[in-house]
């Protein structure tokens, strides 16, 4: 289970009671962990994840989501961070009332575990972060996505501040390890691989109930 | 808007000239930058006419596209790359040339964070606008603001946060100026795509600005009231 960034996507397996409103970015991981611990009660609905890079769309699309599905739904979890919308979704869920989001600023953060990633943070500062999906789709997301297949200047006006390319790997995959040691190498940046597993989203599924 | 058939741009009018590179700033086309802003050069213009007329306004409208949804992060990216070539070019050439100045900006990128094209680009507008412009970079604890405040002496400081968890840093800066009683001493105006104007408020800003052109508009605005000010109590 795969979306490409534009994709949107309902995962009803069940028909579950608990609804899980999640950025597309996560769609695979999300549906992995259902599958893993035979999460019966969750259903998916995922937003195309190209929203990342315009941040201030998610608030609107995530409040038209809770208001869509609200009735059939015992309850709904939202599984994006802040997300770069500046406190704008933690305001809609309030308005919506009754709809609580995982913790933390954005994806990087929670893979790693927000407490891990935030003791980290001076020592990261100059790093930029691949996750799996990231990954899979950063020709599209980012060389693409940033213009940076347009110019010769563009990698180095883009990432002339960074250092180093950290991997966040959800998976152990030494395909994915070969690519992003590749992202890193054209972007002529260091390159350093960490393991998180599924960080803070595994144990906050746990909890939507 | 870039039409196939090779325009030569020496063989143009100044005012055909300065519309093409309008349209080349639209396209983020940078080496044509370049050579408009060296013929305009030659052509014996003054540095910054050829900021204003030719780089800031086709930034302008880069911009206003950009806030209406026509253009995208991409697009701006390459125009602001090749804004930045022009400006490349102009700079020293400014300094020289005297430009006019309405008033000093310091403007930096508060500390965690490197996100700095958004801030490149409010820089670059305002110095198109006729401010000297002291551009202090990313990552800046609020130390470095005080050092530039006291060797600049700016009459506004800008700062820029593009990460939810940088933002509350801009609060540490104003609240240090306030401890040091300097506060009143400047405008500070903030800016970022995830602020907004509730946080400029929270924090004690004089104003949160949406893009540059809003910047711009607003620093001239506190700049006409500090001189009625200046002079109301003359
Ligand atoms: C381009 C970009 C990058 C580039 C940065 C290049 C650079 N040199 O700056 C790259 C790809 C390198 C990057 C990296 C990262 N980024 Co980034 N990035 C963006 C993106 C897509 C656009 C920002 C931009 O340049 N816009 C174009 C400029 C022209 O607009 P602007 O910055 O908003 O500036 C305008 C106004 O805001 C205003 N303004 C700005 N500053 C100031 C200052 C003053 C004084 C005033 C008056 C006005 C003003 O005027 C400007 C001009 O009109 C944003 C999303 C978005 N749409 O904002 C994410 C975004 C900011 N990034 C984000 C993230 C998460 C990251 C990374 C952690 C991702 C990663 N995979 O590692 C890293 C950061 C790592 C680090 N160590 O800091 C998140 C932040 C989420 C959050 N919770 O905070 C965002 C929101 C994307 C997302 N939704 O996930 N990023």
């Known amino acids: 289970m795969e979306l490409a960034p534009s994709e949107t996507h309902d995962f009803k397996r069940g028909q579950g009671s608990v609804l899980l409103i999640a950025c597309g970015a996560l769609a695979r991981e999300i549906i992995q962990l259902i599958e893993l611990n035979n999460w019966q009660h969750l259903d998916v609905a995922c937003l195309p994840a190209k929203l990342h890079n315009t941040p201030e769309q998610i608030p609107e699309a995530v409040r038209e989501k809770i208001r869509t599905n609200r009735d059939k739904y015992n309850r709904i979890y939202v599984l994006y961070a802040d997300c770069g919308t500046g406190g704008l979704l933690d305001k809609v869920l309030e308005e919506e009332g009754d709809v609580e989001r995982i913790p933390g600023p954005h994806c990087y953060s929670f893979f790693a575990g927000n407490d891990v990633f935030e003791a980290r943070a001076e020592d990261d500062m100059r790093a930029f972060f691949l996750t799996d999906y990231l990954c899979r789709h950063f020709d599209k997301l980012v060389w693409e996505g940033f213009g940076l297949d347009r110019h010769p200047d563009m990698p180095s006006f883009v990432f002339g501040n960074y250092e180093k390319v950290v991997f966040l790997a959800q998976t152990k995959d030494e395909a994915l390890e070969r690519q992003a040691a590749e992202i890193a190498h054209r972007l002529g940046l260091a390159y350093e691989y960490r393991f998180t597993g599924m960080g803070d989203l595994a144990s906050y599924m746990a909890t939507a109930k | ?234």
Not at chain 2, 18 to 38: A, F, P, R, S, W
Not at chain 2, 104 to 133: C, P, Q, R, S, Y
Not at chain 2, 194 to 221: H, M, Q, W
């Open chain 2, 1 to 234: 808007m870039s039409d196939e058939e090779d325009i030569v741009l020496s063989e143009l009018a100044d005012d055909e000239l300065v519309q093409q590179m309008h349209d080349d700033l639209y396209d983020g086309l940078k080496e044509e930058i370049e050579e408009g802003t060296n013929i305009l050069l030659e052509r014996g213009w003054q540095p910054y006419n050829i900021l204003t007329q030719a780089l800031v306004e086709g930034m302008r409208i880069v911009g206003e596209d950009f806030r209406d949804g026509i253009l995208f992060v991409p697009e701006v990216l390459l125009s602001a790359n090749a804004m930045k070539a022009g400006m490349f070019i102009l700079r020293p050439l400014l300094a020289e040339t005297g430009a006019p100045t309405l008033g000093t900006m310091v403007i930096g990128t508060v500390k965690g964070d490197i996100h700095d094209i958004g801030k490149n680009l409010v820089g670059m507008m305002m110095e198109g606008a006729g401010f000297e412009v002291f551009n202090i970079g990313i990552n800046n604890p609020v130390e470095n603001f005080l050092e530039a405040i006291e060797q600049h002496k700016p009459d506004i400081i800008g700062m820029s946060a593009l990460l939810t968890t940088t933002m509350p840093y801009m609060k540490v800066v104003i609240d240090t100026l306030i401890e040091k009683g300097m506060r009143d001493d400047f405008v500070v105006l903030v800016g970022g795509a995830p602020l907004n104007e509730e946080f400029g408020k929270a924090i004690g800003a004089d104003s949160y600005c949406r893009d540059a052109a809003v910047a711009v508009e607003t620093a001239k605005d506190f700049m006409k009231r500090k001189h009625n000010q200046m002079s109301a109590s003359a």
